[in-house]
Nanobody, 121 residues
Framework: QVQLVESGGGLVQGGGSLRLSCAAS????????MAWFRQAPGKEREFVAA???????RYAGSAEGRFTISRDNAKNTVYLQMDSLKPEDTAVYYC???????????????WGQGTQVTVSS
């Protein structure tokens, strides 16, 4: 059974930083692309960042230059380092596993339960 468990969310002031983690189990982690999506209240779930099995990264425009996605295959874990946080980054952040590191939600077959990130102004 595949499980993706996010952690590291919380409340932070604008301009601050957080690092999210997603621990995966039940799948051959090193063979999967991993991604982070987020969903703010009343909005669609949107792409944030992805990393391929080989380590190629891609980012949404809103994340470029502020967020960094990385993976540790030895720990079956993907990370999202978030710097210079803004109130508009407030959302539930979800980890996902799929075949390709693309921005489309439908490309990811496995999802975590999410972790709340709240950025105060």
């Amino acid at each position: 059974q595949v499980q993706l468990v996010e952690s590291g969310g919380g409340l932070v002031q604008g301009g601050g930083s957080l690092r999210l983690s997603c621990a995966a189990s039940g799948l051959s982690f090193s063979n999967y692309a991993m991604a982070w999506f987020r969903q703010a209240p009343g909005k669609e779930r949107e792409f944030v960042a992805a990393i391929s099995a080989s380590g190629t990264t891609r980012y949404a425009g809103s994340a470029e230059g502020r967020f960094t996605i990385s993976r540790d295959n030895a720990k079956n874990t993907v990370y999202l380092q978030m710097d210079s946080l803004k109130p508009e980054d407030t959302a539930v952040y979800y980890c996902a596993a799929g075949v390709r590191n693309v921005p489309s939600k439908s490309s990811y077959g496995y999802w975590g339960q999410g972790t709340q990130v709240t950025v105060s102004s």
